[in-house]
């Protein structure tokens, strides 16, 4: 008897909203606390955009297998996944755990860590910091924009379908290369200077933009921080040639160590944390 072979279902995240895509942004923007929330916020809006986990797994120097556990954890727990385990426990209350107090001290939070196998060994200062950097502190309330355009379903897909032929998953019925930009204003020339739209469609190229305030629908944005901070940070390059110069050098080594062993180990270590 003939037994027909089941096709393994694609690991792809929920759909996503506008909202947590801008929040997905922002932290992947931000580029401070942990690295592990950092590297797996990359990976969610990348999976939103479509692209399959072992082109993930390239992108975020991460596994295959860790892909997958943030996208099943993201679509089962949301941002809570994003954030190491230490930091959800410091943001519940004692009792929750059985506990007799009502709120933390971080020596009573690290002892608790420790018994709970969270972590190996902890301070209650090296806690300090890690909560710090994970902005477990009391903060005023940051605002962002919210997309009102229009035509947001309409583009969202359209970015999608690009993103789609760009990963083989669709054959266009023609060739082209598409640029996908967001609405940061000298990339709307091609509306009040046409020099960019006649060069553009001259050399089969299309303009895609993302809609109005959802930058987090492109996939640049994900590699902007580290771009950032190995090529710009702590700089005081003397002209834009040389400022131009080191990022693009940056780039290529990025593209050329991509497969890096002991790059990749490094990074996975991170992601483990």
Avoid at 121 to 133: A, M, N, P
Avoid at 183 to 192: A, F, I, K, Q
Wanted: some cysteine.
């Amino acid at each position: 008897m003939r037994h027909a072979l089941r096709v393994a279902e694609r690991v792809r995240v929920r759909e996503i909203d506008d909202d947590e895509g801008q929040r997905l942004l922002r932290i992947v923007r931000r580029g401070t606390g942990s690295v592990v929330t950092w590297r797996r916020a990359q990976m969610v809006p990348l999976s939103a955009q479509g692209m399959d986990v072992i082109k993930i797994a390239e992108v975020t120097f991460a596994s295959a297998d860790r892909v997958r556990d943030v996208i099943h954890n993201f679509n089962a727990d949301g941002f809570t996944s994003l954030y190491p385990k230490y930091k959800k426990i410091a943001k519940s209350r004692p009792v929750e755990h059985g506990l007799p107090f009502s709120t933390w001290s971080l020596i009573k939070l690290a002892d608790f860590l420790v018994a709970e196998g969270v972590v190996d060994d902890i301070s209650h200062e090296g806690l300090r910091i890690l909560l710090r950097e994970e902005g477990v502190t009391f903060q005023r309330l940051k605002t962002w924009k919210t997309s009102r355009d229009p035509d947001y379903a309409v583009k969202k897909a359209h970015v999608e379908h690009l993103y789609a032929i760009a990963d083989g998953e669709v054959i266009p019925e023609e060739g082209r290369i598409a640029i996908i930009c967001d609405n940061y204003s000298p990339h709307l020339t091609t509306g009040r200077c046409r020099r960019v739209a006649e060069w553009a469609h001259a050399n089969n190229v299309e303009i895609a933009y993302t809609p109005t305030n959802s930058s987090w629908l492109n996939r640049i944005e994900a590699q902007f921080t580290a771009l950032r901070y190995f090529a710009l940070d702590g700089t005081d390059h003397p002209t834009h040639k040389a400022h131009g110069s080191m990022i693009r050098r940056c780039i290529n080594w990025r593209n050329k160590n991509a497969a890096d062993k002991r790059l990749k180990a490094f990074v996975s270590r991170a992601n483990t944390a």
